[in-house]
């Protein structure tokens, strides 16, 4: 290696004395790089710059399944309980135990499988995956390894994104499989005593677990596909999607390559409990393997945790290395069948036996993306807006209220709707349900702007006064502050003309042809009427006087 | 497991024995292949010993890390050289398996696979127990079951030996 740089090095010196032509200066470039790089890089690579490290983000959601009781046993599912008081003999793993299948997470797995466009399988089969842990009583866990029920999937999404994120960027992530599998039950640390409190009042609950296959680059598509996927489960009504506290959790595996070329080592990323961590976690993960190969380092294949205080992510404790499953087919469970419809059903079945595939694809709900179209049909806004819209919780009713109690244009409304009042929400960390401002009210402030009573600077100041004194209605804000337009026309021209007359030079600039400087002759008008006069009276009339 | 059913058999062993399981095993495979298969000669293959077979695979030989990864696995223990050598031995009796040509069969999980697999009512009947189920357990801190702070890790082969032999066991 050091004989082929001192080789080269010469080589370099020789060719600068050759007249300078094209070929050499790639020559040049070439010995440069592979001095630099000094490793095993194929000559051909480099002519053109080193590519970049891209990243490679493949998701592992589990998705808790909104029903009464588990997937194999009759105890309740609650979220805050007495430790201990929602567990049957099954999930406690007493002998003589056996599992009984649940028909409502049946459903709930075929109808997400449904709305992300999965292939069901008419018949899949359950698994035992071993490994022992104390908050998994049985030893082992009831999972779909060979056949799940749903397949081949595509999850679409859409994020803001440009230069000013104000394009609405689709996507798509394909769905490797969504299987049933049990849930396990809480470890509390207790390091004082050295000891693990265990609580199996999770324990036997059913997941949906999605696997997505590693599509995505970054952490801001990761957190688009997860919030639209959130969206879509809580339309379905299958899962709340709450990841703070535990409804939907998310695993990252995250790796980097050279675009071409094949998939470096990944890790796996735990312990995220919101969205934005996701994103952040993503992201540093991403960082901190393109910094190790850089360095000429290789990533370790581990699972590391990300730390939300710190925003980075350490490795967890050692997991023995590769674990061995032990998957077999779970002896106690026939293979689940769903029937594709009614007239595929066995003869003398029960109704409460058959789960129907095309009756449930018949009861699905409306989508967010089906949602987002009609928005835009309806009410011609614009794809970012409508995008707004259905992401904030509440905000799309919100608007409709609005529309309902006006009759102005919806362009006119949606920007008051997507910016000040989520602006506002935004800053006071509210929810649009917990708004001061309701409907009916900012309605009504908007009429009172179309009017003309008011411009559309002290709308805005309204709005926010408005928030402030929830009780008070904007006309009654108007009043009290004297804050409506100006529009008697005799005295706009008055306080024009004192302007115009105390500013000779500007005037002089405007006729010599800088039309610019009008606007700070406006800005003193509106200064002596305190923002009230309307700005386009007011630019007509010192337009006329200073022509 | 399979193969521990199989341990049991080889126990002394002898054809009469092979022959009886062999009989309850036979009439397992011949609700499976009811499709196609031809095994009216099976039964009389079966009593002959296994090593004279001409499609035998070779005997399995089972690598000291394996046998680790084993005992770390399923927290079992072989114990000595002869617990491995039971296992080696009813792994080569479930070898006859291979006999049987099974192309074009579908493979059989369990024997309940044509059963229709019922489903729930999404009804709460069960929970509620708690102060039951805490009673079984040894350790327990305010409802909640004490557990090690983590995984225990397994003692090496020597100090387990020690530990079974100061045993019950």
Redesign the interface.
């Known amino acids: 290696m050091a004989a082929s740089c001192i080789a080269a090095s010469e080589l370099l010196h020789n060719i600068k004395l050759i007249p300078y032509h094209k070929a050499s200066c790639v020559l040049i470039r070439r010995i440069s790089t592979s001095k630099l790089k000094c490793s095993s890089q194929p000559v051909a690579e480099a002519t053109s710059a080193p590519q970049q490290l891209v990243g490679v983000v493949g998701l592992e959601i589990h998705a808790q399944i909104s029903?009464?009781?588990k997937l194999f046993?009759?105890?309740?599912v609650q979220f805050l309980a007495?430790?201990?008081?929602?567990?049957?003999?099954?999930d406690?793993s007493?002998p003589g135990t056996l599992p009984?299948?649940?028909?409502?997470c049946?459903e709930a797995a075929v109808m997400t499988g449904l709305a992300l466009n999965c292939t069901i399988n008419k018949k899949s089969?359950f698994d035992r995956k071993?490994y022992?842990?104390?908050d998994l009583p049985a030893g082992y866990q009831i999972t779909q390894q060979r056949r799940p029920v749903a397949v081949d999937g595509v999850l679409t999404y859409s994020f803001l994104g440009g230069k000013k994120r104000n394009q609405v960027i689709r996507k798509n992530v394909h769905i490797k499989q969504i299987q049933l599998e049990q849930d396990s039950g809480k470890?509390?640390?207790d390091?004082v005593n050295?000891?693990?409190?265990?609580?199996?009042n999770r324990a036997g609950v059913g997941l949906m677990e999605l696997v997505m296959e590693p599509d995505m680059s970054g952490g801001e598509e990761a957190a688009a596909a997860v919030r639209e996927l959130q969206l879509i489960l809580q339309a379905l009504g299958t899962c709340q999607g709450n990841m703070s506290e535990g409804q939907l959790r998310v695993d990252a595996n995250v790796s980097v390559h050279r675009a071409g070329e094949p998939l470096g080592v990944r890790t796996e990323v735990k312990n995220i409990n919101s969205i934005r961590f996701l994103a952040k976690a993503i992201d540093f993960e991403i960082q901190r393997q393109t910094d190790v190969v850089q360095r000429g380092g290789t990533v370790k294949n581990e699972t590391r945790a990300y730390d939300s205080k710190s925003g980075e992510t350490v490795p967890m404790?050692d997991k023995?290395g590769l674990q061995?499953y032990?998957f077999m087919?779970e002896?106690?469970?026939?293979?689940?069948?769903v029937f594709e419809d009614n007239a595929s059903l066995p003869a003398g079945i029960d109704a409460?036996?058959a789960?129907v595939v095309q009756t449930i694809k018949e009861g699905l709900p409306e989508l967010p993306g089906i949602k987002r179209d009609r928005l835009v049909q309806a009410y011609g806004i614009l794809p970012e807006h409508s995008f707004t819209l259905v992401n904030e919780d509440g905000l799309m009713e919100y608007f409709e209220a609005v529309m309902r109690a006006t009759k102005m244009e919806p362009r006119k409304v949606i920007g008051w709707v997507t910016n000040e009042l989520v602006g506002l929400l935004k800053q006071q960390n509210t929810s649009v349900s917990h708004s001061p401002v309701t409907p009916a009210a900012l309605a009504e402030l908007l009429e009172l702007q179309e009017a003309g009573h008011i411009s559309s600077s002290v709308a805005k100041q309204v709005f926010q006064e408005m928030w402030r004194s929830p009780g008070k209605t904007g006309a009654e804000i108007i009043r009290e502050q004297d804050l409506g337009l100006v529009s008697d026309a005799a005295k706009l021209h008055r306080v024009c003309q004192k302007v115009v007359d105390s500013h000779p030079d500007e005037v002089c600039a405007i006729r010599s042809g800088n039309k610019k400087v009008l606007n700070r002759l406006m800005g003193l008008v509106q200064k002596e009427l305190k923002g009230r006069a309307d700005p386009v009276l007011v630019r007509e009339i010192l337009q006329e006087k200073t022509s | 497991m399979a193969t521990m059913s199989a341990f049991h058999t080889l126990r002394g062993v002898s054809l009469e024995i092979i022959g009886s399981s062999c009989n309850l095993w036979r009439n397992n495979v011949y609700s499976l292949t009811t499709k196609s298969c031809r095994l009216r000669c099976l039964q009389s293959r079966i009593l002959r010993p296994f090593s004279s077979r001409q499609h035998n695979p070779k005997p399995t030989k089972i690598p000291v890390d394996l046998v680790d990864k084993l005992e770390r696995l399923a927290l079992v223990d072989f114990r000595t050289k002869q617990g491995l050598e039971c296992l080696e031995k009813a792994i080569r009796f479930a070898d006859q398996l291979h006999i049987v040509d099974t192309s074009g069969v579908e493979p059989m999980d369990s024997v309940l696979e044509d059963r229709a697999l019922y489903l729930r009512d999404d009804t709460a009947t069960e929970g509620d127990c708690a102060e039951e189920l805490l009673k079984l357990a040894k350790n327990t801190v305010e409802e909640y079951f004490v557990a090690p702070p983590g995984n225990i890790p397994l003692p090496k082969r020597e100090e387990r030996t020690a530990m079974l032999r100061h045993s019950e066991f």
Not at chain 1, 331 to 337: A, G, R, T, V
């Open positions: 029903s009464n009781t046993s009759g105890s309740s007495p430790p201990n008081s929602l567990v049957s003999f099954f406690a007493l009984v299948l649940n028909r409502r049946v089969l071993h022992f842990y104390a470890s509390l640390h390091d050295n000891q693990t409190l265990i609580d199996l404790r023995e061995d032990r087919p002896p106690n469970l026939p293979p689940l069948i409460c036996q789960v």
